[in-house]
């Protein structure tokens, strides 16, 4: 206990005299401050100031990369605007062009125009061959345009004729009846002479005759159809009552002979060379796909003339595009509005074709209900008959 005071006593003395003893003192130089802490805040100050000088290098790079980068948006942004435009530009141009250009084969595509007057001029020819008009050989006008006194007089004439389409077997069987084999031979009883025009046996179908085609066509229709049942009568024959009834019977005979004559007389019509083409055949050719299949697939007479049947021009307005290889070529250059107009045009011609068909259906109609027509007077007349005389039996009985 005693020691703990005198230490406590020996403390507050050294305090009193440290407190009564104070002076203010200046430090006028360290030897640690100046050779050891003043050379390192140096060195750290020289450091700070090459970070803040690479600071604001990488700062002031920055803000130069930023500059860049929003121009080069700016100028790609102004780039996409102008492509879009451009690009707008070249979209309407070409449906423009699309649109109004004229395409190559505008002159084989308006020869479809004329059909019509061409399909006219070939009708109007009918009545002129039925009568032996448009024939140059003098015994087939004769046949034709007018009528032997007796039946039998006809197939003298007929077998006539026939000595100059003598085949080679007609030739080799009769010697002198024939004048030799014939350049058509069998060209008046073979139905090909309508259909592909007479010649020898293994030559190509021509659709337009030249004039020995259109004489053997002729002469074929009547050996086919054209027959007479009786002879011609006189001039006092016809004031008979008798001879009226015969020019009654005649006459009626002489329409039914016209409705079975038609048919082979149309396609002889519309097999001959048609003005009516000249011109729209001559337009037609300027197109290279069309003159290449005309070239290779006309007939001779439609070479020669530049001018097509009826039949040739249909088969010329198909033909060029189904069956020809360049049309294709063309039809690949097509597009927009010109394919369009290509497909309405070749509708069209379907439509012009059935047109066609349903005409001749309607002929077809015409011929078959005279066969019915024929048919039933066939069959009731006797019958009338015999009822008639039944009729006169039981009146006479009364």
């Not at 020289?46 to 948006?73: E, H, P, R, Y």
């Not at 505008?106 to 399909?119: F, L, N, T, V, Y």
């Not at 019977?249 to 002979?257: G, K, N, R, Y």
């Amino acid at each position: 206990m005693k020691k703990r005071l005198l230490a406590v006593a020996i403390g507050g003395l050294l305090l009193s005299a440290t407190q009564a003893m104070a002076y203010p003192v200046e430090v006028m130089s360290s030897i640690p401050v100046t050779t050891q802490i003043v050379p390192q805040l140096s060195t750290a100050n020289s450091t700070l100031g090459t970070i803040l000088s690479t600071n604001q290098q990488i700062g002031g790079a920055i803000s130069s990369g930023n500059d860049k980068i929003a121009a080069m948006i700016q100028q790609s942004t102004e780039n996409m605007q102008q492509y879009a435009t451009y690009a707008q530009q070249v979209q309407n141009l070409e449906q423009a062009r699309r649109s109004y250009t004229v395409p190559d084969s505008i002159c084989s595509e308006s020869a479809s125009g004329q059909a019509s007057q061409i399909a006219r001029q070939s009708s109007a020819k009918q009545s002129t061959l039925a009568s032996g008009g448009g024939v140059s050989n003098s015994a087939i006008k004769k046949v034709l345009s007018s009528k032997p006194d007796v039946p039998e007089k006809g197939l003298f004439a007929t077998a006539e004729i026939h000595r100059n389409y003598c085949t080679k077997e007609d030739a080799d069987a009769w010697g002198e009846l024939c004048s030799g084999e014939s350049a058509y031979p069998g060209g008046d009883k073979e139905v090909r002479s309508l259909l592909a025009g007479a010649g020898a046996e293994d030559k190509a179908p021509e659709l337009t005759f030249n004039q020995e085609q259109t004489d053997t066509a002729m002469m074929y229709l009547k050996n086919s159809v054209r027959r007479s049942p009786g002879r011609t009568l006189k001039k006092g024959e016809v004031k008979t009552d008798s001879g009226r009834q015969y020019i009654g019977m005649m006459t009626e005979h002489d329409a039914i002979q016209s409705a079975a004559e038609q048919p082979q007389l149309a396609m002889v019509a519309a097999s001959q060379p048609n003005e009516a083409t000249k011109d729209v055949l001559a337009e037609a050719l300027q197109t290279p796909s069309s003159k290449a299949w005309f070239d290779e697939n006309a007939s001779a007479e439609a070479k020669r003339t530049g001018m097509m049947s009826l039949r040739e021009f249909e088969s010329f307005e198909v033909n060029r595009r189904y069956a020809n290889t360049d049309y294709q070529t063309d039809l690949q250059a097509m597009d927009g509005d010109n394919l369009l107009r290509e497909s309405i045009r070749i509708q069209s011609l379907e439509n012009a074709l059935l047109l066609g068909i349903k005409q001749q259906l309607q002929e077809n109609a015409i011929i078959s209900g005279q066969q019915l027509s024929l048919e039933g007077a066939q069959y009731y007349e006797p019958r009338l008959a015999q009822k008639l005389q039944q009729a006169a039996a039981g009146a006479t009985r009364q």
